[in-house]
């Protein structure tokens, strides 16, 4: 079974719906990430969390939200979709003891109509 | 001047030809530097992992850092078809985020 897993895998949406992405890891790590990726633009953080009780803005956080469920899942909001966040999402994590090194999951491929 | 610069390519070369990927970078105070391998629909995979100055050899794959210079390099020798790839460098400081540059899509020609 995968570490990192994502879902759903795929979704196509349209404007105004309001979308919640899920994130599970198995790796015990405590640091989570989300990520989307954009030909051209590389990959940006959306947010991240260094435990349960600890949440952070990245790049671009602006039109999303998170939630830490616990210490092993992480779910990415889009309270009400625009086309611009068609995207692929990624989530991560990473152990603090192993040097920020960051495992990824499969990805989310976000359509918004 | 953005933190982390990679030239995105796409970068075509022959099976067997030795392959040089490079970034740079402006904070001094990165310390951990990492190059990801990310195939088409799937997610990024750690491929080499450096800490601090110095070379690391893995394989077919060497990575380097020139801190004095902020640059960062991945060699692939005796490149193969399956090395098609959009390859990620990444850097941070302790305790920090990876900070990733945009990718560098190579393609391995048979």
């Known amino acids: 079974d995968a570490d990192v897993t994502q879902t759903p895998r795929n979704r196509i949406t349209k404007t105004g719906k309001r979308i919640m992405l899920e994130c599970s890891q198995t790796k015990g790590h405590d640091r989570m990430y989300w990520y989307r990726q954009d030909p051209g633009l590389g990959l940006r953080l959306i947010y991240y969390s260094f435990d349960v009780k600890d949440i952070n803005k990245g790049e671009i956080s602006d039109g999303y939200s998170v939630s830490r469920q616990a210490q092993a899942k992480f779910s990415l909001s889009l309270e009400s979709a625009i086309p611009n966040q068609t995207a692929l999402y990624f989530c991560a994590t990473s152990d603090p003891a192993g040097g920020n090194t960051q495992y990824f999951g499969p990805g989310t491929r976000l359509t918004v109509l | 001047q953005k933190e982390v610069e990679q030239d995105p390519g796409p970068l075509s070369v022959p099976e067997g030809a030795i392959v040089s990927l490079n970034c740079t970078y402006s904070n001094s105070a990165f310390q951990y530097f990492m190059w990801y391998r990310q195939y088409s629909r799937k997610g990024p995979e750690l491929l080499m992992y450096t800490y601090s100055s110095g070379n690391k050899e893995d394989g077919r794959f060497t990575a380097q850092v020139d801190k004095s210079s902020k640059y960062i390099s991945l060699f692939i020798r005796d490149s193969q078809p399956s090395d098609s790839a959009t390859y990620l460098c990444?850097?941070?400081?302790?305790?920090?985020?990876?900070?990733f540059g945009k990718g560098t899509t190579l393609s391995v020609s048979s």
């Open positions: 990444a850097m941070a400081q302790a305790g920090t985020a990876l900070i």
